[in-house]
């Protein structure tokens, strides 16, 4: 499906695996064969309802083969565990980590989907005596819970948050580990506060370990006025109006090829010309 026939339906592209991977990725399948860029992240890097993430505009404006790891729910944790895409990672000429939510963790607190990191699993006991006149049955996903600790008490939603910021610097500075080579970081700046509870001083406390920071404003496309270039079916619609459209994957593009410092090789059909 082209990008040039914005909202015909959904994207006939099957995500794939890669190796032993359990991890769902933008598909089609590519062969990790060096030189080239890999690209870690969720939703955003995954580039769901659009025709071209920003990866593979990098990979039409560089002619440099572009391995889009990114997972559609996927967190630090879904990474941390998967040994196969961190090793393409590592051997990747330069990796972009996209700064993934701190709420989708698992902590001391609660437990998280393994590979769909967005979605709560279960409350461990600190979370059920902090809020014991929560129901935590009614509760799917991790940005949905803490809006309803939030709305219970702010005070004891602190303490959860607080928790989760420390746990979210643990394990990016384990991901940067494993890469081995510092990563690039892709903060992605919405009108609010997404991913939640991201801040800049826990960017500031990675800067050692990074071969830089790119920070990209954002809205979503049924802000941006989008709608009609995303590709969607009838029941994506509210998904779709809140994730990035065409128009962003293009400003990510463009500000990842500035900090990559990686001469174009043809701008021209890329939509970056």
């Known amino acids: 499906m082209s990008f040039e026939n914005p909202g015909a339906g959904t994207l006939e592209i099957p995500p794939c695996r890669y190796g032993t ?27 769901k309802f659009v025709a071209r993430p920003f990866a593979s505009l990098i990979e039409l404006a560089t002619g440099q ?66 809020f014991p006149e929560l129901d935590f049955t009614e509760y799917n996903f991790n940005r949905h819970l803490l809006a309803g600790m939030r709305k219970i008490s702010p005070h004891r939603c602190g303490d959860v948050e607080r928790h989760l910021k420390r746990c979210w610097c643990d394990r990016m500075q384990q991901l940067q580990a494993r890469l081995g080579r510092p ?34 404003p954002v809205r979503p496309a049924g802000r941006a006025g989008e709608m009609l270039a995303m590709h969607y079916g009838p029941l994506q619609a509210p998904a779709a109006a809140r994730m990035i459209g065409p128009s962003a994957h293009q400003a990510i593009a463009e500000a990842l090829l500035r900090k990559m410092q990686t001469p174009p090789r043809s701008l021209s059909g890329t939509g970056l010309d």
């Open 65 to 130: 083969p572009c391995l889009n790891l990114g997972g559609s729910n996927a967190g630090i944790d879904a990474y941390l565990d998967d040994p196969t895409l961190l090793e393409i990672a590592a051997g990747a000429e330069i990796s972009v980590v996209q700064a993934m939510g701190p709420q989708n963790l698992t902590n001391r607190y609660y437990r998280v989907h393994p590979r769909r990191n967005d979605r709560f699993l279960a409350p461990a006991a600190p979370l059920r005596a902090l």
């Open 21 to 47: 991977s359990k991890l769902l990725c933008r598909g089609p399948r590519r062969v990790p064969e060096k030189p080239y860029f890999a690209f870690l992240g969720d939703g955003e890097t995954f580039g």
């Open 183 to 216: 990563p690039l970081l892709l903060w992605l700046r919405y009108d609010g506060a997404n991913p939640a509870l991201l801040d800049r001083e826990m960017i500031n406390a990675l800067t050692p370990g990074l071969a830089g920071v790119v920070e990209v």
